[in-house]
């Protein structure tokens, strides 16, 4: 375990479906970001939310929501999404500190999503 | 801009081998330097990570030496374990955290 928990672990969904993906950290972390895996594609970042605010949003089709309620959870809704959307969504978490190194990321299990 | 490029594999090796894997990276300043490594069926998980030129990271085996004239962060192991087979991704971590496109290792007894 590594203190980023992701639900459900796999979802096979309709195109004309709404759902969503949880995740949940136990790090006391203040940073959380969704990325998406496809195959032979680098990982995309979608979204990051720092302290709660949604500060990054990489021209991400509106048919994905994220929602952060608080520092330790994250939401990803979907929408009518597209068979090209099926992929891992990972969700990650990281503490952000201003005047030091940076640190890597904390990731989840991940969901694999497949839309049909 | 900031980008990470690695050998695309994949990699095949025997057990104990020596393997390498090479990273380089395009970024503005001076960003922390990441090997994460995917299980099947997982997450990805951080293997090591340097935050200066010349920091070496180390673990379970696994080392990356933080070379800032040639930009390039690769991975080695002296001697792989079956158990080592999974996909690699080297990672730069300025404002966010940009991946590669990952190595596919797979080590056979």
């Known amino acids: 375990e590594t203190g980023v928990t992701q639900t459900p672990r796999h979802l096979v969904m309709g195109m004309t479906n709404k759902k969503s993906l949880k995740c949940e950290q136990h790090?006391?972390?203040?940073?959380m970001y969704w990325y998406k895996q496809s195959a032979k594609k680098p990982l995309e970042l979608m979204f990051v939310y720092n302290f709660k605010e949604q500060t990054e949003n990489n021209s991400v089709p509106s048919r994905f929501s994220p929602e952060c309620p608080n520092s330790s959870h994250l939401f990803l809704h979907l929408h009518t999404l597209q068979p090209e959307d099926s992929a891992l969504y990972l969700c990650?978490?990281?503490?952000?500190?201003?005047?030091?190194?940076?640190?890597?990321?904390?990731f989840g299990s991940g969901t694999r999503l497949t839309v049909v | 801009g900031n980008s990470v490029t690695q050998m695309e594999g994949p990699v095949t090796l025997s057990e104990e081998a020596f393997l390498t894997i090479n990273c380089t990276y395009t970024?503005?300043?001076?960003?922390?330097l990441f090997w994460y490594v995917q299980y099947p069926g997982e997450g990805l998980q951080l293997l090591l990570k340097?935050?200066?030129?010349?920091d070496k990271g180390s673990n379970k085996g696994f080392e990356a030496t933080y070379r800032k004239e040639t930009t390039s962060f690769h991975l080695e192991k002296g001697s792989v374990q079956v158990s080592d087979s999974a996909v690699y991704f080297c990672a730069l971590r300025a404002n966010n955290l940009f991946f590669g496109t990952g190595t596919r290792l797979t080590v056979i007894p």
């Open positions: 340097a935050t200066k030129a010349d």
């Open positions: 990650a978490s990281s503490q952000e500190r201003t005047a030091i190194q940076p640190d890597g990321y904390t």
């Open positions: 970024a503005t300043g001076y960003p922390s």
């Open positions: 790090l006391g972390h203040n940073a």
